[in-house]
């Protein structure tokens, strides 16, 4: 599933006045284990993370894994968020879209059902419906206010998806200072690839 980003720059959301990053934030790359996680029996728990790494080598396997888990525990959000990557990583985007506006409809203050959905809606031309998902707060730490620390999954997935939305919008000052802190932290990591192509398709060797 791969977002519909045009520049649109005829789009009102375009002028909102937003809050950019504020960086009060710590990205670590230590494992944040999800509350729901702990209810994963030690087997269970094994299996699940075996399949982590097949999401992109053996889709198929990854999925065959995920779905008997979710079959158990079907309130586990890192399972079902993995297991819609896994579907993406095999082609299956119809099963893989439905999932997402599931899991958002049921879990809509889980930060990986946001941003799936969000560019969800940036796929569907729906961007009128982002700034509801996100409240119109553009930075990890304004929209969990309650957390200091965040996994570096979740930030580069976070801001390389705002980064598009804004560019969506029309807004390049916005995308473009997103894709600076998103290289500054991961500039290999395919979501600041991803920013990059889209940002800066015709100029090579940009950062």
């Known amino acids: 599933m791969k977002p519909k980003v045009t520049s649109a720059t005829r789009n009102p959301l375009a002028m909102k006045l937003v809050q950019p990053l504020t960086r009060e934030f710590e990205v670590t790359v230590r494992p944040i284990q999800h509350p729901s996680l702990s209810i994963l029996s030690h087997k269970h728990e094994k299996e699940f993370h075996s399949a982590i790494p097949l999401i992109q080598t053996n889709p198929e396997e990854a999925i065959k894994i995920l779905t008997a888990l979710e079959q158990r525990y079907p309130a586990v959000l890192p399972v079902l968020n993995n297991l819609i990557s896994a579907l993406l990583s095999a082609g299956q985007d119809e099963e893989a879209e439905i999932r997402i506006v599931e899991l958002y409809r049921e879990y809509p203050d889980y930060i990986f059902a946001k941003i799936m959905y969000g560019e969800y809606c940036l796929l569907h031309d729906k961007l009128e419906e982002i700034p509801k998902v996100f409240r119109n707060l553009w930075d990890p730490k304004l929209l969990y206010p309650e ?31 997103y894709y600076e802190y998103l ?10 690839l991803r920013m990059k192509n889209v940002l800066f398709p015709e100029i090579e060797g940009y950062i």
Not at 183 to 192: C, G, I, S, V
């Open 147 to 177: 957390r200091n620390v965040f996994h570096v999954s979740e930030v580069t997935s976070f801001v390389g998806f705002v980064g598009l939305y804004f560019f969506a919008i029309g807004d390049m000052k916005l995308a473009q200072e």
């Open 183 to 192: 290289y500054k932290l991961a500039p290999t990591n395919p979501q600041t």
